[in-house]
C-alpha cells in the first residue's frame, strides 16, 4: 500500500502544491492530471524518493520510505521524461544493463520478450541511437516488464507512443493492477485501462 | 528538556531568527570595536621592540589573529554545514553561507600580511613555508565553497552541495596540513616558524589574543548581519517579509 | 525476482561502462593524449638540459597526470545525468555508494590505467633511470585511483551546474594536494637515493581514506543533483 | 612609550612600508566587507519592496 501523507513541494521560491494526500491499495491506479508545471511530475519524483517534500511523507506499507530505503526501491519501477537509454547499445543490451545495475541480471531470453511485450524485438540489431523517438519510449518501457516491481511510477509514459504501443501499454498496466499491483501515472493524453481509474488533479 | 528543544526550533525558522539576530548585532559590533581598539593600543604603545625583529614583528598582531580566524571559521562552517545536512533546517545552511565570505578575508589576510611579514624577515615575500602553504590551499578551499555555492540557482540544492563540500574539506584539512609539514621538511625549505616569535612577552601575547578576540567578535557580528541580508533575499516573496518595517 | 546483489550491480556499471568506453573508442585516448602533450611540453619550456629534467620529472610527470586525470572527470557522470540512467541508479535497489564506486571504478579503467602504462616512456623522455621509473609506476597506480575517488565527490556536486569544468578544477585540486605530496615525493625520494617507503605508504593511507570516504560524498552529491 | 615621535611612530623602525601595509589592508578588507554587506542588505530591501508593490496590485 502506497499512501501520502500531507505532502508539499517548493520548488526555487514557488509553492507547488501542499496538503496532497491519498492511499492506494493493491490493484490501484492513479492517474495525476493538471496543466504544465503544475507539479505532476515534482509529486512523481517525490513518491520515487528522489526529491524530498517540504512538508508530510510517503509511506509503503506504512512505513516512511526515507526510513525502509532499499527495500522501497526493490518495489519500484520508475519510467521518467528520459528514457534512460545509452545510444550506443542495442535495446536488449540496455535492458540486460539496466537489469544488472539494479543487482538483478536478466537473462538474454528475458530481455527479448520483454522487448516482444512493446513489439520492438526486431530492432535488436540496431543500436537505440538509430531508433525513432517512440521506438526509444517503447524500449525504455520495456524495463517495466523485464522486472518484477510491485509499483509503477511513470510520467508521461504514452509521449510519443502511437496508438498501438499506447495500448500495449495499457495491457501491460491492466495485467500488473490485476496481479495487485499498483500505478502512479501521469498523461496528457487519455489513457484506456479495463480497471476502474482514480484521477488526482491539480489545478 | 522538550519545551527547551521547541524554543530552539522557534528560533531556528529564519523569520524568528531575523529580529533576534538584528538584537545580537550591536552588542558584537561593539564587543568588537572595544576589544580592536584596546588590541591596538597595545600591539603599538604597550607591547616592546622586539630584539631580533625591530618593529616589523608588530604585524604578528594582525597575522596571527587572522590565521586563527580563517581556520576556526572553516571548522564553524562545516559545523553549521553538517547540522543543516543532518536536521535539514535551513537557518543552520544560511549561517555556514553566511561565514564564508569572512573566512575568505581572513585567509587573505593572513597570507597578505605573511608575505609583508616575511620580506623583512626572510628578504623574500613569499616562501613556500607549510603554514602559508597550507593557508593557500585553505583560501582555495574558501573560494571552491564560494564559488559552488554561487553556480547553483536552486537555493536549497545549493545549500546542501555546499554543504557536502565543506565537510568533505574539513576532513581533509588536518590531511593537507600534515602533507604540507611532511613535504615541507622534506624539501628543507623556510624553517623560520612565522608564529613563534622569539621571545614572546607577555604584552605581546596579550595583545595577540585580544587581538584575535576582536576578530572574534567581528566575525560573529558580520556573519549575523549577513545572515540577515540572505534571509531577506530568500523570504522576499513571503508575506512576513512584506510587514517588515525596513522593507516600507 | 532475486534479491539484488552488490556485487552484481558493481560488476554491472564495470562492464557496461567499459562497453561504452570500446563503442566510443576516441574519448577516452583525450586524456592520454593531453597527459603526454603536456609531458612533452615542459622540456620545450625548461630546455634540453638532461641533469634539470631529471630533477623536475618527478614533479612534473605528476602533475601532467594529476590534471590529465582531471580533465576527464567532467565525462564521469555528465552522460548518466543527461540521459536519465543516473536516476535509475538512484532509484535502484542497491545502495548508491554501490553504483559510484564501479563508476569510479570504471573511469579509473578507462581514464587512468592508460596514463599509468604509458608514463615509463615519458619517463624515458626524462632520462629516468629504470628503478625510478618502477616507482613512478607504482606510485602512480596507488595515487591514481585516489583521484579519481577524489574527483568523483566534485564531479557529483558540479552534475548540471553552469561553468561545471573551471568549477571541477576549483573544487578538486585544492584537495588533490595530499596525493601529489606523497607521490611526487616517493619518486623523489628514490631519486635522491634514498627509502621511499614512507611516502608510499601515506599515498595508501589517502587511498584508503578516499576509498572509505568519497564514494560516501560523492553519492550524497548525486542524490543532491538528482533533487 | 616606545615612540619619541609621530614620524617615529609612523616610520616603524624602518619597517613602516610592512606594518602599515599589513594594518591598512586588514583595515580596508573590513571597511570593503561592511560596505558591501550594506549595498547587500539595502538591494535585498529594494526587491522587498518591489515584491509587495506587486503583491499589492495583485491583491
Known amino acids: 500500500m502506497l499512501s501520502a501523507n500531507d505532502l508539499e513541494c517548493v520548488r526555487g521560491t514557488r509553492r507547488l502544491f501542499a496538503g496532497v494526500s491519498f492511499r492506494l491499495h493493491p490493484g490501484e491506479c492513479l492517474l495525476v492530471q493538471g496543466p504544465n508545471g503544475s507539479g505532476k511530475t515534482s509529486l512523481l519524483r517525490i513518491l520515487c524518493g528522489l526529491a524530498r517534500p517540504e512538508r508530510g511523507e510517503v509511506r509503503w506499507n506504512d512505513a516512511p520510505i526515507w ?24 535495446p536488449s543490451e540496455n535492458l540486460l544493463a539496466a537489469a544488472s545495475l539494479c543487482g538483478q541480471p536478466a537473462s538474454r531470453g528475458a530481455a527479448a520478450d520483454a522487448l516482444e511485450a512493446f513489439g520492438v524485438r526486431q530492432l535488436d540489431a540496431l543500436p537505440v541511437r538509430a531508433l525513432s523517438q517512440g521506438q526509444k519510449r517503447r524500449v525504455g518501457l520495456s524495463r517495466l516488464a523485464l522486472a518484477a516491481r510491485r509499483l509503477w511510477i511513470l510520467d508521461e509514459p504514452l509521449a510519443s507512443l502511437d496508438a498501438r504501443a499506447a495500448q500495449a501499454l495499457a495491457g501491460l498496466v491492466d495485467a500488473h493492477l490485476e496481479r495487485g499491483g499498483i500505478a502512479v501515472l501521469t498523461s496528457h493524453q487519455p489513457i484506456e485501462l479495463r480497471a476502474e481509474v482514480r484521477v488526482f488533479a491539480f489545478t | 528538556m522538550s519545551s527547551g528543544l521547541i524554543h530552539w526550533f522557534r528560533y531556528a525558522s529564519p523569520p524568528s531568527f531575523y529580529p533576534l539576530a538584528g538584537r545580537m548585532t550591536p552588542w ?140 568533505v574539506g574539513v576532513i581533509n584539512v588536518p590531511i593537507i596540513y600534515f602533507s604540507v609539514q611532511w613535504w615541507n621538511t622534506l624539501h628543507q625549505g623556510a624553517s623560520v616558524s612565522l608564529t613563534r616569535a622569539p621571545s614572546m612577552a607577555a604584552a605581546m601575547l596579550a595583545g595577540m589574543l585580544i587581538m584575535a578576540f576582536a576578530f572574534w567578535m567581528y566575525s560573529i557580528a558580520v556573519s549575523l548581519v549577513r545572515v540577515r541580508a540572505i534571509i531577506l533575499e530568500r523570504e522576499a516573496h513571503t508575506e512576513w517579509a512584506y510587514q517588515l518595517k525596513e522593507a516600507t | 525476482m532475486s534479491a539484488p546483489s552488490f556485487r552484481a550491480a558493481f560488476a554491472g556499471i564495470v562492464r557496461r561502462d567499459l562497453r561504452l568506453a570500446a563503442r566510443r573508442k576516441s574519448e577516452p585516448l583525450f ?57 535509475q541508479l538512484a532509484l535502484a535497489p542497491v545502495p548508491l555508494v554501490v553504483s559510484v564506486s564501479g563508476k569510479v571504478a570504471a573511469h579509473w579503467l578507462v581514464s587512468e590505467l592508460p596514463l599509468v602504462l604509458v608514463s615509463p616512456l615519458l619517463a624515458l623522455q626524462y632520462g629516468l633511470p629504470a628503478d625510478v621509473i618502477g616507482l613512478l609506476m607504482i606510485s602512480l597506480l596507488i595515487g591514481t585511483p585516489a583521484l579519481s575517488l577524489v574527483g568523483a565527490i566534485g564531479a557529483a556536486l558540479t552534475l548540471g551546474v553552469r561553468g561545471g569544468g573551471a568549477l571541477v578544477a576549483l573544487l578538486v585540486l585544492p584537495l588533490y594536494v595530499p596525493t601529489l605530496i606523497f607521490g611526487a615525493g616517493a619518486v623523489d625520494a628514490r631519486l635522491a637515493g634514498l627509502s621511499s617507503a614512507a611516502n608510499l605508504s601515506l599515498l595508501g593511507a589517502c587511498l584508503i581514506l578516499a576509498t572509505v570516504f568519497a564514494p560516501l560524498a560523492a553519492a550524497a552529491g548525486i542524490r543532491i543533483a538528482l533533487e | 612609550m616606545t615612540w619619541g615621535s609621530a614620524a617615529e611612530f609612523f616610520a616603524m623602525g624602518g619597517y613602516g612600508f610592512y606594518v602599515w601595509g599589513s594594518f591598512l589592508a586588514t583595515v580596508v578588507c573590513i571597511a570593503a566587507e561592511m560596505l558591501i554587506l550594506r549595498a547587500r542588505r539595502q538591494s535585498a530591501l529594494e526587491r522587498i519592496r518591489a515584491e509587495r508593490l506587486r503583491y499589492e496590485a495583485a491583491a
Not at chain 2, 589573529?65 to 553538517?82: H, I
Not at chain 2, 603554514?131 to 578551499?141: A, G, N, Q
Open chain 3, 31 to 87: 586524456s592520454l593524449g593531453f597527459f603526454v602533450l603536456v609531458a612533452s611540453l615542459f622540456p620545450l619550456g625548461l630546455g634540453p638540459e638532461p641533469e634539470l629534467l631529471r630533477r623536475v620529472a618527478p614533479g612534473v610527470l605528476w602533475v601532467a597526470a594529476l590534471l590529465a586525470s582531471m580533465l576527464s572527470l567532467g565525462r564521469m557522470f555528465v552522460a548518466d545525468f543527461e540521459d536519465g540512467t543516473l536516476e
Open chain 2, 28 to 167: 558584537f559590533a561593539w564587543l568588537a570595536a572595544v576589544s580592536g581598539a584596546v588590541g591596538l593600543w597595545i600591539a603599538f604603545f604597550v607591547a616592546p621592540t622586539d630584539a631580533q625583529q625591530g618593529e616589523s614583528y608588530r604585524i604578528i598582531f594582525v597575522h596571527v589573529p587572522a590565521s586563527w580566524m580563517s581556520m576556526f571559521l572553516y571548522l564553524v562552517m562545516a559545523g553549521w554545514s553538517g547540522l543543516g545536512l543532518a536536521l535539514n533546517t535551513r537557518l543552520s545552511s544560511m549561517m555556514a553561507h553566511a561565514i564564508a565570505p569572512t573566512g575568505a578575508m581572513f585567509a587573505f589576510l593572513s597570507l597578505w600580511t605573511g608575505a609583508l611579514w616575511g620580506r623583512p624577515t626572510w628578504g623574500t615575500y613569499w616562501v613556500w613555508d607549510a603554514r602559508l602553504t597550507s593557508e593557500l590551499v585553505l583560501f582555495f578551499l574558501y573560494l571552491g565553497y564560494m564559488a559552488l555555492r554561487a553556480a547553483i540557482d536552486d537555493p536549497r540544492r545549493g545549500d546542501r552541495a555546499a554543504a557536502v563540500l565543506a565537510l
Open chain 1, 67 to 90: 526510513r525502509i530505503d532499499e527495500e522501497y526501491r526493490a518495489e519500484l519501477a520508475y519510467c521518467g521524461h528520459s528514457n534512460a537509454l545509452k545510444d550506443d547499445l542495442t
